[in-house]
């Protein structure tokens, strides 16, 4: 038990260029592995892409493909994870995002023990229809019921999964690096150090950009309003934040370049963190890091983090008067980075992997409840009804830094569920590459 082999799926993998999943499998993985354990990592292929590397910092890749359709991505590849798992096994398996919950009977019936990370609460996204919110609700319904244990990254996702199905979870935030970027190449972008207000975020409803916007526009604010991150499949959406912005308003669409984003972050005036539903958020977790003075959407994933280091925001009103402070006292300012800083420190990544070693030894040692929750849910906080998008005229244009749908079609889930799920019955002829024959 010195020395184990540990399963990482459920993500697009490493080297992680992603979010906040493949953040954590990178930043734990590795550190697993310094300490002497075999981490396996399933990834994505990408089409185009010919050769894969074999491993990644220590980690072990096994490479395998995916349905190129979004509502059958995710599922699609952590099913054939799951059957090459199957003939590959690992002393302990940790699956990330609940939606790969049909899954796991696989799993357990290989006594394999598994513990699902469950991220935020996906099924309150706009994005997802009726369809999709359905599927998302009852497949954490299946995780609480089909996981040997539960990982919750934030104490309020821990308190939703003990309020709503009286689940037990571990707690294993993620880490904030403490990064000193620089400002050398704000130049590129014609800003100045503290000159600029700064949100980051994807362009969709529950991380409020265009309460952002909107109060921002209502401000007498004299520094300008950057605005990082797009939405290729929000088109009416990023319509309506760009309908409500004012001539101070600067939209950067997705910045990749992490130095930048870095010094974006380290040398803003304050940053305003919209995000709402899911769980600790990497982007935050980044901005604290780097010293910015947050002022954030007021709930418990985000005071958590920020605590009394911020300001907060419910309403565009609110966003107006923040903005307006925060340029009336830089004094806060000042001492708000130095406090996020501090605060940035209690999230360790070194710590976060020996808990994920810790929670590896328990499952592979067979040290948790046998006896599982039912996955019976009861009525939280978090049923109450989301707040309505409204809409913008239909003859407006898109803005250019939003790609077209492309004839998308609807999400499907369920049904998404129903192919994952057929592809464990395949006769076992999955086209794997080269690094997965190790």
Not at 198 to 205: G, I, K, T, Y
Not at 209 to 227: H, I, K, N, T
Not at 326 to 336: F, I, N, S, T
Not at 414 to 419: C, D, I, M, R, T
């Amino acid at each position: 038990m010195d020395h184990l082999s540990i399963a990482m799926l459920g993500t697009r993998g490493v080297p992680a260029r992603y979010g906040g999943f493949e953040t954590a499998v990178e930043e734990v993985g590795r550190r697993l592995v310094e300490r002497g354990h075999r981490v396996v990592v399933y990834c994505r292929t990408v089409p185009g892409t010919d050769r894969y590397p074999a491993e990644h910092l220590g980690m072990e890749l096994v490479h395998l493909p995916a349905a190129r359709r979004r509502s059958l991505e995710t599922l699609s590849h952590s099913a054939l994870s799951v059957r090459h798992l199957l003939t590959h096994r690992t002393d302990a398996a940790f699956v990330f995002n609940a939606a790969n919950a049909p899954l796991l009977p696989a799993l357990r019936a290989a006594r394999i023990p598994v513990a699902t990370h469950v991220d935020g609460l996906e099924w309150k996204r706009a994005k997802w229809n009726g369809v999709g919110r359905r599927y998302y609700r009852v497949a954490e319904s299946l995780a609480v019921r089909w996981s040997d244990v539960l990982i919750a990254d934030a104490q309020g996702i821990a308190d939703y999964y003990r309020d709503a199905f009286a689940a037990p979870t571990t707690l294993l935030t993620y880490g904030a690096p403490l990064i000193t970027p620089g400002r050398s190449r704000l130049a590129e972008l014609g800003l100045e150090p503290g000159g600029y207000h700064l949100a980051v975020a994807r362009f969709e409803p529950e991380n409020h950009v265009d309460v952002v916007v909107e109060g921002y526009a209502a401000s007498d604010a004299a520094l300008p309003l950057v605005v990082v991150g797009s939405a290729p499949y929000a088109d009416d959406y990023t319509r309506r934040v760009h309908a409500l912005a004012d001539h101070r308003v600067r939209f950067l669409g997705g910045v990749w370049d992490q130095e930048l984003l870095d010094q974006l972050y380290a040398n803003c005036c304050t940053y305003l963190h919209g995000h709402s539903v899911g769980g600790t958020n990497p982007s935050l977790l980044r901005a604290i890091g780097a010293g910015a003075a947050v002022t954030a959407y007021d709930v418990d994933f985000n005071r958590e983090v920020v605590g009394d280091a911020g300001r907060y925001f419910r309403t565009a009103a609110d966003v107006a008067r923040e903005v307006a402070a925060v340029e009336a006292d830089p004094g806060w300012v000042a001492r708000a980075g130095r406090c996020a800083r501090e605060r940035a420190r209690g999230y360790d990544w070194d710590e976060v992997a020996v808990g994920y070693e810790d929670l590896a030894r328990d499952l592979a040692g067979r040290r948790f409840p046998v006896r599982r929750p039912s996955g019976r849910r009861t009525a939280t906080a978090a049923d109450a009804p989301t707040r309505p998008v409204p809409t913008v005229p239909t003859g407006a244009p898109v803005p250019a830094v939003v790609p077209p749908r492309a004839g998308r079609s609807p999400e499907r889930p369920l049904a998404a569920a129903l192919v994952a799920a057929s592809l464990l019955s395949l006769p076992p002829r999955t086209r794997i590459s080269r690094s997965s024959s190790r």
